[in-house]
Each structure stands twice: as C-alpha cells, then as structure tokens.
C-alpha cells in the first residue's frame, strides 16, 4: 500500500523515546526546552513553544493576540480547517479571500481588495498558509499588513526548511517570524516531523513568547518576577484562563530526533516531487501541477486533472492511495452555517474539483514512484 503521505520513525527514534520514558520526567521537562532549542535554530527565530498539536498552536496565538468577538481575520479557503478555526474560538469572524489558480496559495492581490473595502481597523488579523510547503511571500504580506494595522499568524505547518528570497536577497526560512508577529507548526505523522500528536509556535516577540507559555499551563505563573506575592515554593498564580497544551517530554525527545533528519528527508522531497515534474511536464491531461519552486518544501505534490474522481478511485485499486487537499474551507457546513456558500471564491472552487495530492514521503522508493507515474499515465492515456 503507498499512501500519500507517512512517517518514517528510526531505531535511533525509537532510543531517543525509551531513554525519555526511562527518566524522571514524562509531561513537559528538560525535553521540551531541549526540542523548543533546537527547533528555533533550525527555522531561525528566538522563541519556540512546544504545545499538544498545531490546532492548539493556532489556538494560543489567536488568544495572545487578543482575538474576540469583535475581531475579523482574513485566511485562504484552501487549508486545514484549524487554520479559520482558531479564529472561531476566540470567538471572531473569519473572512477569506481567493487563492492564485498557479501557486494555489493566498491571493495578496485579493486580500488586498477585500481591506480596501473596508475602513481601516475592520481587520485585525491575516493568517497566511505555506500551503504544500510552497512559501508565502511573508515580506509583501508584511507590508500589505502594516498598512492596514493588521498582525500576522504564519501557518507553516507544511513548510519546515522552507523559504522565500526577499526582497534583499536574503533566504528567509517558513515560519522563521521575520515578518509575522507569530507562526505555527504541526508534528502529526504526515507532516516533515512526527511526534505522534505535537505543535510549535515560533516568534521573535518576547512579550508574547511569556503569554504563550503561560496560555499552555492553564494560565498559570511561578516565576516569581511575574508574580503580584509570593507565599511560598508551592506558590503559584493563574492570571489568565489558558489551557493544557502541553507537549510530553517522549514527544519532544522523539521530535528532537526526528529534526536531526530533517534536512535528508527535505532533500528527499524535492527530489521526489522533481521526478513527478519531469513525468508530467508535457502531458496535456495533467492540467496543473506542483512544479518545482525554490525554497518549497513539499509536503505535498498535487496535480490537477479533469476526471480527479474517476484517477483518485483507479489508483485505489492500485493499492496507491491519494488524498484531495482541501475541501474549500467555506463550504464545510459549519462555515455555510456562517453565511459562506459555494460561489464565493471561484479560483479555490476551479481548484478543489481537480486536485489530486501524490504519494509524498521521503521514504517512498524509487521503484514505487515510478509504479504512481506509470499508473497515472495508463489512467489519463487509456
Ligand atoms: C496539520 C495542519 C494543521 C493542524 O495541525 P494538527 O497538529 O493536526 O492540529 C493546521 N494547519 C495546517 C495547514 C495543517 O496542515
């Protein structure tokens, strides 16, 4: 069976997790910070808070930024759910705006339109996606951003190791928070690191790097600098009602151990998602495609074709098992129950009726890549 995406867990991992269980601390210890350290130095920023998963990453930045019921935030129709849900439970209004049909990401030209609709201050918030791992070009959302009094949350959580050039020349790392006031990312099993279940938020703002810490526990503070008294060691004050986000110590040891092969599986992606390239590049039924792009990350490889169900069902009996990403996030039902409805944004529409996402990992082999193109040709030529 060749999924379209999977996690690759070493007898090195397998180690790092036992010594973890074997010590004297299984929820958040010396683990977090050690995985907190390194992952920081790998995307490069200052701050990075280990938290349960992404969503609950998503979740703490819209709080640390004071989402409410009075806050409208702009986010892409094509992405997980969660990236418009954190939204929702600070109680705000998600708005979208269309993505660009060739890199199906954002549409900054479209945000922009949607803000000039508004007086200034309607939004307070864009949530860019590096969705497939391609990266946002976070410097012009930057600058559409403060024109606008906006913040930012960058989620990246397809594009660890993923970049942009900017605007000096410079490689500027997914999620690295050069110009985002915050950025997440996901350790599910498909994503480029597995921790099981696992999130990170990444920032170069120590203001909200300590609420982000105290939002994980509860809301609760020891340090006796943040502290109104101090009564004692047991003492401790909850100053905000936050949550339990956190991170176990054989997660944080698992993906610590998983980072060290980041850049190997990176490597491995870009080379898969080259020969997929090279495979489809002239073949007239494959009516859009990844492609390669500089600096992308693959998570996914996704190609567009008409008859999507009809090739999604035939590589099933291949035991080739594809996944369509996503499902336009305004026409989920809960989102319809907000007014949204089919019609609203066209290019994600077009988009979502023909996209197919490939088998994707760094261990899928090369005799198995090849099964996928060969199948996929006998589907579209037959
Ligand atoms: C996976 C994912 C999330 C959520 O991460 P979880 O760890 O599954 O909660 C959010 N946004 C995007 C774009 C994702 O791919």
């Known amino acids: ?48 808070v280990a938290v349960s998963n992404g969503t609950a990453a998503l979740h703490l930045c819209a709080m640390a930024l004071g989402v409410n019921k009075n806050s409208r935030v702009i986010t892409s129709p094509i992405t997980f759910a969660a990236s418009a849900n954190c939204v929702r439970y600070c109680d705000g209004e998600v708005h979208f705006a269309d993505i660009d049909p060739k890199t ?31 990266a946002v070009n976070m410097e012009a959302f930057r600058k559409l951003a403060d024109e606008f009094g906006c913040w930012i949350i960058e989620d990246a959580c397809h594009a660890p190791g993923g970049y942009f050039t900017d605007s000096k020349g410079n490689k500027q790392l997914c999620g690295n ?24 938020v990444t920032t170069n703002d120590e203001e909200l790097y300590n609420k982000l810490i105290k939002l994980r526990t509860h809301g609760i503070t020891k340090d006796p600098n943040l502290m109104h008294k101090n009564e004692g060691g047991w003492y401790y004050e909850m100053q905000d009602l936050g949550y339990n986000y956190r991170m176990t110590d054989f997660q944080a040891a698992l993906g610590t151990s998983q980072l060290k092969r980041a850049n190997d599986g990176l490597q491995r992606r870009r080379e898969i998602a080259q020969t997929y390239f ?19 990350a693959y998570h996914l490889y996704i190609i567009e074709v008409e008859k999507r169900k009809d090739l999604y ?68 030529n037959g």
């Open 313 to 380: 069902d035939y590589l099933k009996t291949k035991d080739i098992f594809c996944q369509v990403h996503y499902i336009p996030v305004h026409t989920l039902p809960y989102y319809q129950s907000l007014g949204w409805k089919e019609g609203d944004f066209k290019n994600a529409e077009i988009y979502y009726k023909a996209c197919l996402s490939l088998p994707m990992y760094p261990t899928l082999t090369k005799e198995q890549q090849l099964f996928v193109i060969e199948s996929i040709n006998i589907f579209l």
């Open 278 to 296: 090279e495979a489809f590049k002239n073949n007239k039924s494959i009516i859009g495609q990844s492609g390669v792009v500089n600096g992308h």
């Open 104 to 134: 199906y990401l954002l549409d900054i030209n479209k945000v922009r339109a949607l803000l000039e609709k508004h007086p200034k201050g309607y939004f307070q918030g864009i949530i860019p996606v590096d969705f497939t791992g391609n």
């Open 177 to 200: 928070s050069n110009f985002a006031e915050l950025a997440i990312f996901s350790f599910h099993p498909v994503k480029h690191i597995a921790c099981g279940e696992g999130g990170m």
């Open 1 to 48: 069976m060749i999924p379209y995406g999977r996690q690759h867990i070493s007898e090195e991992d397998i180690s790092a997790v036992v010594d973890a269980l074997k010590s004297d601390f299984l929820t958040q210890g010396p683990k977090i910070s050690e995985f907190e350290k390194h992952f920081a130095d790998y995307i490069g920023c200052k701050y990075a």
